[in-house]
């Protein structure tokens, strides 16, 4: 039940040879997974016992050469202390140091960082990820992309994605793998680098030229004995020759150069570079957690409704049951989704029960809100009996088990006058002056037919019966809890409520609908709701989705996963209901590919579009009626179909979809909005990048054209090549450079949904 609150030029420092070599090369925005440094399980404290300042000279390496000394690690005692390269500014960081980053298994996000030292001397990063055992699990080389300001990035994961299931044998083995990771940024002197830059122009001027090159080939010969290196012996004998042939002052010095200059060498720098001075930053938290917890396709339908028909001898509707609403499940997974999200299905009040279309007075046929929790019958640890009973519910859970969808029930914890908690526990509920219980509003709008929780009283009382019911409901089969409201509730609440459930049920996800501020979001996102709803339906112009994109798959997305839901039984907007049936292609489009997770309302294949006048709402709403469809009616609309596609194109592109990838592309027309996704390939899994290009006209009446620009270089494509696109939706491919024309009508092609193939 939806309550909204509110709407809410500096000189290039970098660790790269070939960055050094060719100063006017853009700097390259991938990142390279690289074997280099030294696994440490502490940060705090250096394993170093000799501080820079008493270091003595290094012995060479070479006879006959003396070696520099290099860079040292500084031991940090405490925190606060800088080592001997300064890093700064991670991003994403703690808020207070106490609720780290979200990441799902396998999830591909960036860190960034201020890495820098005195002077002129060029420095490299590393980003370590370690899992929650402190057992290192990759290593990786930072990009420097703006010099300027030093910040340096990298793309991780931490751990790889999986598809499977909590009640799959193998998820045991998922579980182990879940709980608090970190990753560490180590900055270190890039001595090679800093070394090669001089030496290139000593040697053209020749100025200082045998100096230049035995220090070179010092260099190079510690950098082959250096354990950090993690060299193999083919490596090691490649430095060991450049060292020598740069120490042999009867070549010219050109020849010299090049032995420490050239493609193998730069390959090694990047790969196994020489990490001098090595400063690890305080650890980075980030809170892994399990498959589906960020990628998740959802469908939502009442139970009641499935099955449901028209009893020819008295006129009248027969309501689906729990058995009847396999059905449901099946269209389902036919449409490709992962979670299927069902309404209360406790026992509906009667007093002050709703009638159709939230009247004040219900018929004698009138089923109520299934929001108006609790008779006579029990509340919310009870089955309605007008949907069967626990074991058939237990049954409806094995069968969506064995189609592989998780079944999400809803936790609205609010009462009818006729719950039992009410004579159980009258200080629960909040009292009027005149002796009554108030029921729930928000003005202008009234719920007589709930009662809210007061939390005042017993809150405690409430957190134990609250994870009581939960307990039942996690050994029927739910793995999902999607509550209504959240935000009406005191925070400190749910915080209690979700450690104990995920104490014991780690694998237990809570999505939070929740529609108010940003504050309140970003606390329900601390305290355990793994995603949330969202004021994605509202949002229909370029300038409000390109906002908005941004914001949902940017930085707050550590935190915040909203879930794009197109419509929900309490939303129904303009937009959907004046753009038909390719408004509904358009809404469904951009909630697939706009969010790793998202949401669809049975009923949107059928394009149930008629509001409540008004209201931002369905007329004849099935919260308060049971609604009879023809599902064999679907297949002229064709949104089905489309809805099916997207699920295959999420499922088959599933390394794409990150809360942290997401790049607008550049348009003219205000009517073409287009983005990408883009993993690189060392983070897929499969060795190959996965890019997703998504062109959407917005208009739902007419066609239009523009050009679209493509920056290739940003997603790994070779701009003498250009890129080959298929477009996922209808099997057409492509050829793509720098700007593009498309061109897109709402009777033929709402959208592009391309993949590079190369």
Known sequence: ???????????????????????????????????????????????????????APAKSSIPGLVGETPAQTIPVTEPGQFGRINVMDITPNEERGIFPARVELGE??????????????????????????????????????????????????????????????????IKRQLGEWTVT????????????????????????????????????????????????????????????????????????????????????????????????????????????????????????????????????????TLRTSVSGLERAKAEGFDVVYLPPIFPIGVTNRKGRNNSLVAGPDDPGSPFGIGSSLGGHDT???????????????????????EIALDFALQCSPDHPWVKEHPNWFRTKPDGTIAFAENPPKKYQDIYPIDFNADMEGIEKEVERIMELWIAAGVTIFRVDNPHTKPVRFWQDVIAAVTKRHPEVL????????????????????????????????????????????GDDGYYQHNTFWPTTPDILTAYVRDNGIAGHAVRAVLA????????????????????????????????????????????????????????????????????????????????????ARHTPAELTGTGKAETLIVVVNLDGHNAHQDEVHFEMTDFDVDPAKGAHLRDELTGREFEWHWDNFVSLAPWADVAHVFTVVR
């Not at 074997?35 to 000799?50: H, M």
């Not at 309302?601 to 008004?614: S, T």
């Open 510 to 553: 809570f999505l939070a609908e929740a529609f108010t501020r940003p504050g309140m979001m970003r606390a329900l996102s601390y305290v355990g709701f793994t995603q949330s709803h969202c004021y994605f339906p509202w949002r229909n112009t370029k300038e409000e989705l390109s906002e908005y994109l941004l914001e949902t798959n």
């Open 592 to 675: 697939a590919m706009g969010s790793p997770s998202w949401g669809i309302y049975n009923g949107f294949e059928l394009i149930e579009n008629k509001q409540r006048p008004g209201f931002e709402e369905q007329i004849d709403n099935e919260k308060y009626e049971v609604k009879v469809r023809d599902w064999d009616s679907a297949s002229k609309y064709g949104i089905a179909e489309l809805l099916t596609s997207l699920n295959r194109i999420r499922r088959e592109h599933a390394a794409a979809f990150s809360y942290h990838n997401l790049t607008l592309l550049r348009t003219h027309d205000e009517n073409i909005l287009a983005f």
């Open 383 to 405: 089955v309605d009996p007008l949907l069967g009973t626990m074991d058939d519910f237990k049954a409806l859970c094995a069968k969506a088990h064995e189609l592989g969808l």
């Open 108 to 173: 591909a996000f960036k860190v960034t960082a201020q890495v820098f030292i005195e002077g002129r001397t060029k420095v490299g990063a590393t980003a370590v990820v370690r899992n929650h055992r402190g057992k290192e699990m990759s290593r990786t080389a930072m990009t420097c992309t703006n010099p300027g300001l030093d910040r340096w990035e990298a793309e991780l994961t931490c751990g790889e994605r999986s598809d499977v299931k909590p009640w799959d044998p193998e998820f045991a083995a």
């Open 1 to 55: 039940m939806t309550e909204v609150t509110s709407n809410p030029t500096a000189e290039t420092t970098t660790g790269s040879a070939a960055a050094t070599a060719k100063a006017d090369k853009p700097a390259r925005k991938t990142t390279r997974r690289a074997a280099t440094g030294t696994a440490r399980k502490t940060t705090r404290r250096s394993t170093s016992k000799t501080s820079a300042a008493k270091a």
């Open 185 to 320: 940024i180590e900055g270190w002197e890039d001595t090679y680098a800093s070394w090669l830059r001089d030496a290139r122009i000593k040697v053209k001027v020749h100025d200082d030229v045998e100096n230049a090159l035995d220090s070179g080939a010092e260099l190079l010969a510690r950098w082959a004995v250096t354990k950090d290196a993690r060299l193999d012996a083919e490596q090691r004998k490649l430095l060991k020759e450049a060292a020598k042939t740069a120490a042999d002052r009867t070549l010219p010095a050109e020849e010299r150069l090049a032995a420490a200059d050239n493609a193998q060498i730069e390959a090694l720098h990047e790969s196994n570079p020489l990490r001098d001075g090595i400063s690890p930053s305080a650890p980075q938290r980030f809170k892994v957690e399990r498959p589906a917890s960020s990628f998740t396709a959802w469908y939502q339908f009442f139970p009641r409704s499935e099955g449901a028909y028209v009893d020819e001898t008295t006129g009248k509707i027969v309501q689906g």
